[in-house]
């Protein structure tokens, strides 16, 4: 739970007050107190700190003074680990996918045949993967598996999800991983689709 009061303008100790009212109200959660003078931001940190909360402030046109209540840990806030946690998560999942795929390219071309006309001749350069295969499935399940770790007990332990990534998570690295489990598995059951025993 996100909670947000306005401070600004307000003479000490009002800020320290509707702060403390306002924590002493939630019971777990992010208050994010909305101050515009220097002795507002040090004197709500401070108490903040003071009762063992952890505390991050934000600097822009008004400070915003992000106060955690509730749980043990320290959490990234900042607005740069979100952007960055996307690109980190996009990137190992294009690689697993990747590498998955040039870990089946030992029986890519028939596949391609069927379903598209593609004359295999034009994918006979394919072939030049074969002999990695097995590091290509290790890449690409150690990636997947990387994912769900960080998922279990990394990102499940927040207090507030933002972010697409964060919200859909689950949803975007079950689709991943049923495309790698396809393309990793494909050589094993393809020839009983292909050949139709």
Not at 34 to 55: D, H, L, M, P, T
Not at 163 to 170: D, P, T
Request: glycine content about 6%; aromatic content about 14%.
């Amino acid at each position: 739970m996100v909670k947000r009061i306005d401070c600004k303008d307000l003479a000490c100790p009002e800020p320290v007050l509707k702060t403390k009212d306002a924590l002493d109200y939630m019971e777990e959660g992010i208050l994010e107190v909305e101050v515009n003078s220097f002795s507002s931001i040090q004197n709500v940190k401070r108490f903040a700190e003071n009762q063992g909360f952890y505390v991050d402030i934000k600097d822009g046109k008004t400070t915003i003074i992000r106060i955690v209540k509730g749980y043990e840990c320290e959490f990234d806030l900042s607005q740069n680990s979100g952007d960055k946690e996307t690109k980190s998560f996009w990137a190992l999942i294009a690689g697993a996918a990747i590498t998955a795929v040039l870990a089946s390219t030992c029986c890519l071309g028939p596949l391609l045949f069927l379903i598209f006309g593609v004359s295999v001749g034009s994918l006979s350069f394919l072939h030049v993967f074969a002999p990695y295969r097995d590091y290509f499935t290790a890449a690409a399940v150690i990636i997947i598996g990387y994912l769900w770790w960080n998922y279990f007990f990394r990102l499940r332990k927040r207090a507030v999800c933002e972010g697409s990534i964060c919200k859909n998570y689950v949803k975007y690295l079950s689709i991943g991983t049923v495309f790698v489990a396809i393309m990793l598995t494909y050589p094993y059951w393809a020839q009983y689709i292909l050949i139709g025993e």
